[in-house]
């Protein structure tokens, strides 16, 4: 079955500080996508990235980087030098179009950056 | 403001009342998406249409709640009979033709009903 597993329920760091966030998924499936989205207090989730299973390159936009490994069916988001601006609860999600067109999000990892 | 508009943003009613909440998707989109999201936990996929046309629904999707999107623009999601369960964030989105299955969603804030 279809499953993505954040494991860290809730990080804290200082500001600009390196943190990184896991994601572990499981799919049957050998075509999927795999997605970042951000939830600010507002409640409004984000799209940051999508990352197609055929395409493990890693992928860097600003202070954010994305480190995708089929191996260990990981995919974990990395933000350089933290801001408080980027508290939030951050969610991993899955797609299978071969399947559903529908996401499947793990639990949330919420991150607070601190002063 | 040409985002994902819900309304009501808040909603507070009795056990045993009915509720509707609206969808106002981004125009040119043709997908649309219902998610429930509980606290602590990630959206939940509801049920989803490609203009009028109700294409999946989840089992979540018990026989209290309909789904209708009638002229394949505006959406509305009603509860029947809420429980004290349906207490939840309900989120809507929408996506471009060709973008729906990839997961490129644009999501509104969402209606928070409390069932007292």
């Known amino acids: 079955a279809q499953k993505v597993t954040q494991a860290q329920t809730e990080i804290s760091v200082v500001e600009k500080e390196d943190v990184t966030l896991d994601c572990v998924y499981e799919?049957?499936?050998?075509?999927?996508?795999l997605f970042w989205y951000k939830q600010p207090p507002s409640g409004e989730l984000v799209f940051l990235i999508r990352?197609?299973?055929?395409?493990?390159q890693n992928e860097i936009s600003g202070r954010y980087s994305w480190n995708f490994q089929k191996s260990t069916s990981s995919f974990n988001f990395t933000i350089t030098a933290s801001q408080v601006v980027d508290s939030a609860v951050y969610f991993c999600?899955?797609?299978?179009?071969?399947?559903?067109?529908?996401?499947?999000f793990g639990t949330g990892t919420r991150l607070q950056v601190f002063p | 403001d040409t985002g994902v508009s819900q309304d009501p943003r808040h909603k507070i009613t009795k056990r045993g009342q009915n509720v509707t909440f609206r969808c106002d998707p981004i125009?040119?989109?043709?997908?649309l998406y219902w998610y429930r999201q509980t606290l602590g936990q990630g959206p939940e996929f509801l049920t989803y249409?490609?203009?009028?046309?109700?294409?999946?629904k989840s089992r979540l999707l018990s026989d209290r709640f309909s789904a209708e999107r009638p002229k394949g623009s505006f959406s509305t999601l009603e509860i029947q009979r809420t429980e004290q369960g349906d207490s939840a964030m309900y989120l809507c989105?929408?996506?471009?033709?060709?973008?729906?299955?990839?997961?490129?969603?644009?999501f509104g804030e969402g209606s928070r009903l409390t069932v007292l």
């Open positions: 989105a929408s996506s471009l033709p060709g973008t729906g299955v990839t997961g490129e969603l644009f």
């Open positions: 125009s040119e989109h043709n997908r």
């Open positions: 799919t049957r499936d050998t075509t999927y996508y």
């Open positions: 999600a899955l797609s299978e179009p071969n399947y559903t067109d529908k996401l499947i």
């Open positions: 249409f490609q203009n009028e046309a109700q294409l999946e």
């Open positions: 990352r197609n299973s055929f395409d493990e």
